[in-house]
């Protein structure tokens, strides 16, 4: 299997740091220092699938999924915003998962400014509910990180995105990394081929 490792372009991380990699642990270095590198309509998955954990971790701009990626301060986006965190919070019908496989979930995250989500939470100002336009980032992303533990993950045998693209239209492609038991794979995956094997 050395040669199918050397082969893969994404084969960014060591299959031994497979699930830093899904922690976040390697994330911090370029992707969130500056979010400027992200470009609308493209997302990213993580995905490991270790025995019976299977994990999950989608990064996106707020774009893709919201429609905009500023605080929400009008009651109509406040909606459009609680309506996107809602779907989010509901990981196996977003992701498809085969009722087969027996996956349930056994921890789910949730991240973004659009969220409520501040770095500073702890700062006393009253000015945050307030119109404070110079806190408007430039551009801000959704992240939503799950894992599941499933019964069966022998069942578990594509990735089917098809839900995120109907879900979210605005979202063009998923830029896929993949760990399971037949080795790491890097994928490009769009609405007209949305899915995967594990
Ligand atoms: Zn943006």
Excluded: W
């Excluded at 893969?8 to 031994?16: E, G, R, S, T, V």
């Excluded at 990699?21 to 998955?45: C, F, I, K, N, Y």
């Excluded at 789910?108 to 501040?118: A, I, M, N, R, Y």
Aim: hydrophobic share 40%.
């Amino acid at each position: 299997m050395r040669r199918l490792l050397l082969a893969l372009p994404f084969a960014l991380l060591p299959l031994a740091v497979a699930h830093a990699a899904v922690e976040h642990d390697h994330a911090h270095d370029e992707e969130h220092g500056s979010l400027s590198a992200h470009e609308h309509g493209v997302g990213r998955l993580n995905a490991a699938l270790d025995g019976q954990t299977l994990e999950l971790e989608l990064e996106s701009p707020a774009m893709n999924l919201v429609g905009f990626e500023h605080a929400a301060s009008t009651d109509a986006d406040k909606a459009k915003v609680a309506a996107v965190r809602a779907q989010l919070e509901k990981p196996l019908v977003l992701f498809n998962l085969p009722k087969a496989a027996g996956c349930v979930v056994a921890t789910q995250e949730l991240e973004s400014p659009l969220f409520g989500d501040k770095p500073d939470a702890d700062d006393d100002h009253d000015e945050t509910d307030k119109d404070d336009h110079e806190h408007h980032p430039d551009h801000s992303e959704i992240h939503a990180h799950y894992q599941f533990s499933c019964s069966a993950p022998g069942a578990l045998k594509t990735l089917d995105l098809a839900n995120i693209f109907n879900t979210f239209p605005a979202t063009q492609k998923i830029q896929v990394q993949l760990i399971s038991p037949s080795g790491q794979q890097g994928v490009e995956v769009t609405a007209k081929a949305a899915a995967l094997k594990f």
